[in-house]
């Protein structure tokens, strides 16, 4: 089974700065790699699909690249209400599994 | 507007089986899959399986193999899981979310196994 392991784990970071959080698969996964926000007790939102597209409605600061093995989301400008767990999930083989999380915190 | 709308929060006893569901409205129930997630507490999120609501085929994580039924009833745009057997650690917040790339996601329907 594919195994999704992201960097950092946790992160401090202060408003308006970049980050870069990135999901790194076991073998090759295309760009089945999407992208999720989670805070504090809400069920998971999309952010990016399919590496890099947007989903409808996400703020522009958000940003997805990637192919293969090695996947980025990149949030520019970061704010307050950035801070939650973000989450990589693969949909090329099954199980479809998710990375671990990252944690931001703000 | 898409909503998937889950059942309450439940407590059962080890060795019982729960039965989540997935209410679904604002698009047409057929056209999309139904995914079914869990997230124990302070844990990541582990895919459990999915269904096919157009004609009910299911695929189903290993972990869970045997012990996990999906389906669905298309009168009334609804998706259930069965989980059989329950465990202490499957003690969690259990998801529903829509299609390929999970792009809704229900509010989830937190259990608790404790004898």
């Known amino acids: 089974e594919i195994v999704l392991t992201q960097s950092p784990d946790f992160q401090s970071v202060a408003p308006e700065e970049k980050v870069t959080i990135t999901c790194r698969a076991s073998?090759?996964?295309?760009?089945?790699l999407h992208w999720y926000q989670q805070k504090p007790d809400q069920s998971p939102k999309l952010l990016i699909k399919?590496?890099?597209q947007s989903f409808s409605g996400v703020p522009s600061r958000f940003s997805g690249s990637g192919s293969g093995t090695d996947f980025t989301l990149t949030i520019n400008g970061l704010e307050a209400e950035d801070a939650a767990t973000y989450y990589c999930h693969q949909t090329t083989s099954l199980p479809y599994n998710f990375g671990q999380g990252t944690k931001l915190e703000i | 507007q898409v909503q998937l709308v889950q059942s309450g929060a439940e407590v059962r006893k080890p060795g019982a089986s729960m039965k989540f569901s997935c209410k679904t409205s604002?698009?047409?129930?057929?056209?999309?899959?139904i995914h079914w997630v869990r997230q124990a507490p302070g844990q990541r999120l582990e895919w459990m399986g999915w269904i096919n609501p157009n004609n009910g085929a299911t695929n189903y994580a290993q972990n869970f193999q045997g012990r996990v039924s999906m389906t669905r009833d298309t009168s009334i745009n609804t998706a259930f899981m069965e989980l059989y057997n329950l465990k202490s650690d499957d003690t969690a917040v259990y998801y529903c979310a829509r299609g390929g790339y999970l792009d809704v996601w229900g509010k989830g329907t937190t259990v608790t196994v404790s004898s």
């Open positions: 073998q090759s996964i295309g760009n089945n």
């Open positions: 399919y590496a890099s």
């Open positions: 604002g698009y047409t129930f057929a056209t999309y899959i």
